[in-house]
Nanobody, 116 residues
Framework: QVQLVESGGGLVQAGGSLRLSCAGS????????MGWFRQAPGKERDFVAA????????YYADSVKGRFTISRDNAKNTVYLHMNHLKPEDTAVYYC?????????WGQGTQVTVSS
């Protein structure tokens, strides 16, 4: 079993930055592809960014490309989402996901609120 705990969310003004962290426990995340998703009120959960198990490949939603950066530190069993130039439409609960085929885990989410 993998437990994921997100942190780093909060209230920030438009144009500001935040860094989200996703700390894993129970098992090493080094063999998992990791992703960040977000869910705004009344909307479905959407893909934001992903990073391969090796860190060699990254993927981004068009809406965040050039503003967000996903990274991982396998020694710390942690994945990060660096968010710059935040916009009010980035307001959502952000969830961390660990995926290894049939193994799929989610964190409880962290709230990000961007004020205009």
């Amino acid at each position: 079993q993998v437990q994921l705990v997100e942190s780093g969310g909060g209230l920030v003004q438009a144009g500001g930055s935040l860094r989200l962290s996703c700390a894993g426990s129970g098992r090493s995340l080094s063999s998992y592809d990791m992703g960040w998703f977000r869910q705004a009120p009344g909307k479905e959960r959407d893909f934001v960014a992903a990073i391969s198990w090796s860190g060699g490949s990254t993927y981004y939603a068009d809406s965040v490309k050039g503003r967000f950066t996903i990274s991982r530190d396998n020694a710390k069993n942690t994945v990060y989402l660096h968010m710059n130039h935040l916009k009010p439409e980035d307001t959502a609960v952000y969830y961390c996901n660990a995926d290894r085929g049939l193994d799929d885990y989610w964190g409880q989410g962290t709230q990000v609120t961007v004020s205009s």
